[in-house]
């Protein structure tokens, strides 16, 4: 491994609380092709058993941190080039860490256009600025008397000329950027007012309308949520700096007169703060802020991005109701409602639309013959999408379970339907059902959701399926990243039976992809079911690199080998078979007994190839084979009566399923077509700092009803035993008292001059810097 690689390396392992041996080993594998889920699972001993999550870092900071060795060697290579690099500067930039402190060393060796420092210099005016700092006892004007030429008419041109030199030179050097980027984390803040005349029609932002806080603790959905009001011209966005300051003197600028030793009395020092004030204003101001503001951006993005992969990953991981005929109902009012029948694999059986609503009003048609399909199908299940037409379509169903015979009678469950537009849509789903309506692909795609959430959730886009906040703000590739990480972990850990599973869901394996996985499905419809692992080495183009990556997630239930059906990789059979041995029994036999497995020590079945992770792993597997990490089955049931908004009452109590968690708080659906929120603070009695800490995405709780607010649609709710209401409709502020401060600050201000440049200079800087590359 080459030294920066090493250096690289040594930075991560104390980003992810590692040894550098550790790092170099992972980084080594993933460059080799082995894929996070791999490493994690069966590579433990090559990296000192480094789990998902710090294996995960390790990857996004490998990516970012190459990137910046790579931006390093080319700037070495542009400043050499201009015979510029020197031994102190090249150790300067070889030790920066961050892709912004190295561009602030590049600046003034940056290739730019003619600038006007440049052309003063031309005209001789150099020496003029240098004289003007080296020595303040005599007054610049008087100075520039001696540079008057016919390029500098007047004194004033040569002060200006002087100026622009040491302004210049001041806006790039690199340590003094950095210490006012430092003040202004600490000191700035956001502010966002209303665009005049907007009010009405930007009504949803109206949270922000007069809002201020500190850019250092602003929350990442706040900071979105401004920036979603600037991009569609409701507010106007800008970062104010030392406003409570109330000195001639701002901070900033004593910051950079202090570099420049520049404080006395002497008549080059006023001509110097005067400059230096005007280079704060005209130069720096906005060039930080902008700054300050993609940093910003990037902090709530990087928030937000990780929430939306949280739920995303408890919803995938969320309970499957299990291998049972299901019929699926896509509720629509004058398109009717679409019905697909599914059975326990989530094969296709039959398809029709009723027409219980206007103009029809087939009520008692539609349920003779949802009655008849359950009799047909032997039905154990009812997926209900949760979209328009939902709670009728339910109500409607209710009312013809009730007319059953007696006897055992289908569950009906709510189903969240997001995405399932998409599939319908999309060319799996067309390869899938190539002669079936689109309209009904979706009543299939929410039966089988039902069935097996994280089997059919993977044919739809992650960020399609609707579980993240301002998810259409963030950086599309980074989210996209993120995601696919997300289902690719949780396909892993579920494990895939490889001879039901679709392409769609084989793709998401380590190791395999598009091709890999719609070779093994062909190869399964021409031959035939698979009876062992060893006979994926049959697929045309599937060699041993892929086989080793992905064996171990794929199951084979009832084959030659027993140990098929486990997470046991191949590669270690041979240890499996020891350990089942030394129990003296059969391996069928042996699989899931752990009375007889305990009285064995997994140290002694450790060899020179296993270590003891790997033997611990075996010995947990035979426990349990196959084991399916994912909780029980369990539904919400919503209150009769209780169908829309304006049916909420303060005080209800009712049951819903939690569909979205977010940094504020929860978004509970009840059953009303809006999600209602939970905020933290009515969470639990007790304080919480991390939603998560209490729900995830799919769970069932219990809420009350704490306000209404139907001309918004916004609900509150409150999880709290105590039935405190606690205002948690809206985005609360983390410090309101400070906020509240900081509105005042600004309101005693209103009249000073201002130290950034105008919103407007600052609106369209930051529409150009704001743009995505």
Known sequence: MSLPSKSIAVLIAQEIKATPAQAIAAIELLDEGATVPFIARYRKEVTGGLDDTQLRNLAERLVYLRELEARRISILDSIRSQDKLTAELETKIAAVTTKAELEDIYLPYKPKRRTKAEIARERGLGPLAEAILADRIIAPADRATAYITADVPDVKTALDGARDIIAEGISENADLLGRLRAHMRQAALIRSKVVEGKQEAGAKFSDYFDHSEKWATVAGHRALAMLRGWNEEFLSVDIVVDLDDTSPVKPVERTIAAVYRVGGTLPGDKWLMEMIGWTWRVKLSMSLSLDLMRELRERAEEEAIHVFARNLKDLLLAAPAGSRATMGLDPGIRTGVKVAIVDGTGKLLETTTVYPFPPKNDIRGTQAELASLIRKHKIELIAIGNGTGSRETERLVADMLTQLPAGPKPTKVIVSEAGASVYSASQAAADEFPGLDVSLRGAVSIARRLQDPLAELVKIEPKSIGVGQYQHDVDQGRLNRSLEAVVEDAVNAVGVDLNT??????????????????????????????????DLMKVPRLGARTFEQCAGFLRIRDGKEPLDASSVHPEAYGIAKKIVAACGRDLRAIMGDSAALKQLDPKTFVDERFGLPTVKDIFAELEKPGRDPRPSFKTATFADGVDDIKDLKPGMLLEGTVTNVAAFGAFVDIGVHQDGLVHVSQLADRFIKDPHEVVKAGDVVQVRVTEVDVPRKRIGLTMRKDGAAESGTREM????????????????????????????????????????K
């Open 733 to 772: 502020k983390s410090d309101p008292k400070a906020a509240h401060q900081a509105r005042q600050t600004l309101a005693r201000t209103q009249q000073q001059k201002p130290q950034a440049p105008s919103q407007g200079a600052f609106g369209a800087a930051l529409a150009e810097a704001m743009k995505r």
């Open 501 to 534: 599973a679709s392409a769609p869901l084989l793709a998401r394996v380590s190791g395999l992809g598009k091709s890999s996985a719609e070779a093994i499905v062909a190869h399964r419809d021409a031959t035939g079911a698979f009876t062992s692992r060893k």
